[in-house]
């Protein structure tokens, strides 16, 4: 595998500052909360800027995760080159080819032009991506009709404020343990301007003095951006050997920390697709199902951007929603439909045949009480293999499961545990779980669990 990376040298700031619950559990999924280190965590989050509480979630890791962008970038980017990855900083891709059994790119790199060729290319080079434009993606929905300045910035001495709403315009400021603040200012009266870098510090200065009455254009700024309440996405992930992730695939305002993430989502999902594909273990099919997975949730996630957006960005003329808001948000069920759906821990794909609820759904991570001792569920799928979990009340288990998967074992790996006695698989017999920790089946028949293992992992070994 090839990354190009435009960028010369790491970033040093970081746009985005935390990761979700489901991103917690896909990186325990592949063992880098180990580099990582466990960060520090906070349950108040917000829904359009009405305070909402992560801390209630179904997960090994409820709350929101405070890891700065430049941190996580950097865990990748080791982790990348650890597996062997070509990783290639300076390139700038400037035209792309599909041929019937590859593609064929060319980059401006530090030693001039350079012809690349490769079965597949995956762009995830953010929203005003290359490879979708060269490739011939349509990116249908709405443009920006509102804006949010931000920048962090040292030597100020401002309130820390939590989507403070003035008669002017909306502020936000949060100062770090490191002495930095990061602000964020919109004027209600505002609208986004034609923008072909980063806003000046005086106008963001301006912006907040004219909001706040406050004066912080005495402070340093260390960078600065604008974003508004674009809402597109791409109308397909998948042209032949030509895929879209993250912000490449889905354009939309950053509230609430849910593009990164939703990024990281989409590789999770498609990684593992690819890498079977490639190395001959699985068809091309399989990576349709990459759109027809992600799609969706990026739709959804886009809509529930653009009703916090709707509601934090108004006026005085949606003082009368967010009150109804608020109400709402007190009731339980709907704070925990939103915390589901912003988290990603709701995320449910439709598998085709079955209509066991549990199919399409994540594997929580659950300690698993095995022969040898407890066992996190996720370390069997840090190597990016598919999981068999049999549940057994104890005795000799059953020998169907793992005999019906013995031609899949270079793929899955079987596990047998004690039953669990709370939580979505209590009551269940068996589940396969693909690398991306979502259950492709469950149940108790050696028909049904052959048909998803050669869905999901391809051919037996030895066909």
Sequence with gaps: MVVLEQRTAPI?????STLHA????????????GPLGIPASETKGHFGGIPLDFGCLDSRYPGLWKVLQARTEALLWRWAADLGADLRRGYELSALTEHPGHVEVEVLGPDGSVSLRAPYIVGCDGEDSTVGRLAGFDFPGADASRELLRADVAGIDIPNRRFQRFAAGLAVAARRDDGVTRVMVHEFAGRPALRTGAPAFAEIAGAWARVTGEDISVGTPLWSNAFGNTCRQ????RGNRVLLAGDAAHRQMPVGGQA??????????LGWKLAAHVSGRAPAELLDTYHHER??????????????????????EVDALRAVFEELIAVDEVAGHLTGMISGLDTHYSHGPGSDPLLGARLPLYDLKTERGLLNAAVPLRTGSGLLLHLTEGGPPEPWPSATAAPWADRVRTVTAAPVPDGVLSGTESVLVRPDGHIAWAGGDADGLRAALGRWFGAPAGS
């Design 234 to 237: 791409a109308d397909r992930y």
């Design 22 to 33: 489901r991103t917690m559990e896909i990186l325990d999924q592949r063992g880098l909360l």
């Design 295 to 316: 799609h969706p949730v990026g739709a959804r996630t886009l809509a529930n951007i653009a009703a916090q957006a709707a509601i934090l960005l108004g006026g005085p």
């Design 12 to 16: 040093t700031e970081s746009r985005a």
């Design 260 to 269: 990164l993430n939703l990024g990281l989502q989409d590789a999770m999902n």
